[in-house]
């Protein structure tokens, strides 16, 4: 009898703990799906916050937050940029040692036979046969009469014109001996057959004047001494003289009506 009770003890708890792991492994089937829903939920739901993050940008009105740089920006200026040397009646005065390196002959036509006359910084020299290229293109014909001239020839000039117009008046078109552009290579007088192949006031209103005041800094060349700016570069208007100082500087002193002392900020009070 004894035997038989133990028995169906060892039965009922033998029952008790199978229908106990049964409900256990339901209750863990239970939970899985659970979290399973739960975790596939959160990624489907990280998913779609990527895509709306990364379409977010199409839905902006383009230039909201974009800055827009100014078209209208003077160029930086280097102090030590050899094209920006400003010589004139005030500013730096050259000595009679003073001779530009790097001088060559441009490929171009020119109406004076002086070899001296011929000559500019290679850079400028280069630039001007582009330009000329340029203005042969245009059906435009240039000559070139007056580039580098050394402290000794500018003496000689600058005396003669004294001597024939007296100094005040030979001061408004001629520079004293150290104070001219052509002494630092960077200039040429420009001139054509319409004008006889003078350096006149006139040459301004001719075709080939005013074709060279349209596109010479599109070549890094300025008119130098423009009309109603006598009091600030004290010398008469010239419409035939070249100043080469680089097309970015050339662009947008032309573009603002500016002479290079005004440029370069030194302007008398």
Same mark, same amino acid.
């Given at each position: 009898?004894?035997?038989? !009770?133990?028995?169906?003890?060892?039965? /009922?708890? @033998?029952?008790?703990?199978?229908?106990?792991?049964?409900?256990?492994?339901? !209750?863990?089937?239970?939970?899985?799906?659970? !979290?399973?829903?739960?975790?596939?939920?959160?990624? @489907? /739901?990280?998913? $779609?916050?990527?895509?709306?993050?990364?379409?977010?940008? $199409?839905?902006?009105?383009?230039? *909201?937050?974009?800055?827009?740089?100014? #078209?209208?920006?003077?160029?930086? !200026?280097?102090?030590?940029?050899?094209? /920006?040397?400003? +010589?004139?009646?005030?500013?730096?005065?050259?000595?009679?040692?003073?001779?530009?390196?790097?001088?060559?002959?441009?490929?171009?036509?020119?109406?004076?036979?002086?070899? $001296?006359?011929?000559?500019? +910084?290679? *850079?400028?020299?280069?630039?001007?046969?582009?330009?000329?290229?340029?203005?042969?293109?245009?059906?435009?014909?240039?000559?070139?009469?007056?580039?580098?001239?050394?402290?000794?020839?500018?003496?000689?000039?600058?005396?003669? %014109?004294?001597?024939?117009?007296?100094?005040?008046?030979?001061?408004?078109? =001629?520079?004293?001996?150290?104070? =001219?552009?052509?002494?630092?290579?960077?200039?040429?007088?420009?001139?054509?057959?319409?004008?006889?192949?003078? /350096? +006149?006031?006139?040459?301004?209103?001719?075709?080939?004047?005013?074709?060279?005041?349209?596109?010479? *800094?599109?070549?890094?060349?300025?008119?130098?001494?423009?009309?109603?700016?006598?009091?600030?570069?004290?010398?008469?208007?010239?419409?035939?003289?070249?100043? %080469? +100082?680089?097309?970015?500087?050339?662009?947008?002193?032309? #573009?603002?009506?500016?002479?290079?002392?005004?440029?370069?900020?030194?302007?008398?009070?």
């Amino acid at each position: 009898m004894k035997k038989i !009770i133990i028995g169906l003890i060892l039965i /009922l708890v @033998a029952s008790s703990l199978f229908f106990t792991r049964e409900a256990f492994s339901d !209750i863990l089937q239970e939970s899985y799906t659970s !979290i399973k829903e739960v975790v596939v939920g959160k990624i @489907a /739901l990280s998913k $779609e916050n990527d895509e709306e993050i990364v379409s977010a940008p $199409e839905t902006q009105t383009a230039g *909201e937050q974009t800055e827009v740089a100014p #078209e209208d920006v003077k160029p930086a !200026i280097d102090p030590n940029d050899p094209f /920006l040397l400003l +010589v004139n009646k005030e500013v730096g005065v050259l000595d009679e040692t003073y001779v530009p390196q790097n001088l060559a002959v441009p490929n171009v036509a020119f109406s004076t036979s002086v070899a $001296e006359r011929k000559q500019m +910084v290679k *850079e400028a020299a280069d630039a001007l046969e582009q330009l000329f290229a340029a203005a042969s293109n245009d059906g435009i014909t240039l000559h070139a009469q007056s580039g580098y001239r050394s402290f000794g020839t500018q003496e000689y000039l600058y005396d003669s %014109y004294v001597r024939a117009n007296g100094e005040e008046a030979a001061s408004t078109f =001629s520079a004293k001996p150290g104070q =001219s552009e052509h002494q630092t290579g960077l200039a040429m007088d420009v001139t054509s057959d319409s004008v006889d192949n003078q /350096l +006149v006031q006139e040459y301004g209103e001719t075709v080939e004047g005013k074709w060279l005041a349209e596109h010479a *800094e599109e070549y890094g060349f300025i008119i130098r001494f423009q009309l109603g700016k006598e009091d600030i570069t004290g010398y008469m208007y010239e419409p035939w003289h070249l100043r %080469y +100082v680089g097309v970015e500087h050339a662009k947008y002193m032309t #573009e603002h009506g500016l002479t290079l002392e005004e440029y370069l900020g030194v302007t008398e009070k």
